[in-house]
């Protein structure tokens, strides 16, 4: 069956660069994309970037310049990368498929940005 | 960016019907979704593409809508669909509404 999981560090000091990991299983990298999608506490869902299944990539304008979103086909895995991590940054971090919609979502990663 | 507006909760009673709304800043054509996101769960999507029901959900939820109106309509509302709903739009990149809030009496 379709699953989706997250990895990565639950804490992230200001300034650093936060790396995520979402391992798919059930299906291919090279016949569905992949979006990471963020949210914060109490608030409203935010797309963050998607690894399209042809390998090219697309960005949340707000985040581009910190933002950088890779695949591995042979491990089944996307990677997130982000720069210049800041306290408003703190959230669930989720990676979700894409046919038509985000059809199938990952439990999500807590990632909290505090010194 | 397309910003989508919602009504931040409703409560209704079981059984009642009960329709969200969301409004978008500008047209997505028909390329809105809804989600239905019950506390410390990831979202679950409900409807693709403004009135299409996904895989296993209760035919009680259907959708509405299109260019910048929609709608999501609950009938029955039952007790198990305590949660919060949001809208998404891909016609112009991806993004999402704040979310309304379901409670029931």
């Known amino acids: 069956q379709v699953q989706l999981k997250e990895s990565g560090p639950g804490l992230v000091q200001p300034s650093e660069t936060l790396s995520l990991t979402c391992t798919v299983s059930g299906f291919s990298l090279t016949s569905y994309s992949v979006s990471w999608v963020r949210q914060p506490s109490g608030k409203g869902p935010e797309w963050m970037g998607r690894?399209?299944?042809?390998?090219?990539?697309a960005y949340n304008s707000a985040l581009k310049s910190r933002l950088s979103i890779s695949r591995d086909t042979s491990k089944n895995q996307v990677f997130l990368k982000m720069n210049s991590l800041q306290t408003d940054d703190t959230g669930t971090y989720y990676c979700?498929?894409?046919?038509?919609?985000?059809?199938?979502w990952g439990q999500g990663v807590m990632v909290t940005v505090s010194s | 960016d397309t910003v989508l507006t919602q009504s931040p909760a409703l409560a209704v009673s079981p059984g009642e019907r009960v329709s969200i709304s969301c409004r978008a800043s500008?047209?997505?054509?028909?390329?809105m979704h809804w989600y239905q996101q019950k506390p410390g769960q990831q979202p679950k999507l409900l409807i693709y593409?403004?009135?299409n029901l996904a895989s296993g959900v209760p035919a009680r939820f259907s959708g509405s809508g299109s260019g910048t109106d929609f709608t999501l309509t609950i009938d029955p509302v039952e007790a198990d669909d305590t949660a919060t709903y949001f809208c998404?739009?891909?016609?112009?990149?991806?993004?999402f509404g704040a979310g309304t809030k379901l409670e029931l009496k």
């Open positions: 690894m399209w299944y042809d390998g090219d990539t």
């Open positions: 979700t498929r894409e046919l038509r919609a985000f059809d199938y």
């Open positions: 998404q739009q891909s016609w112009n990149d991806d993004t």
């Open positions: 593409k403004a009135s």
């Open positions: 500008e047209g997505v054509n028909s390329y």
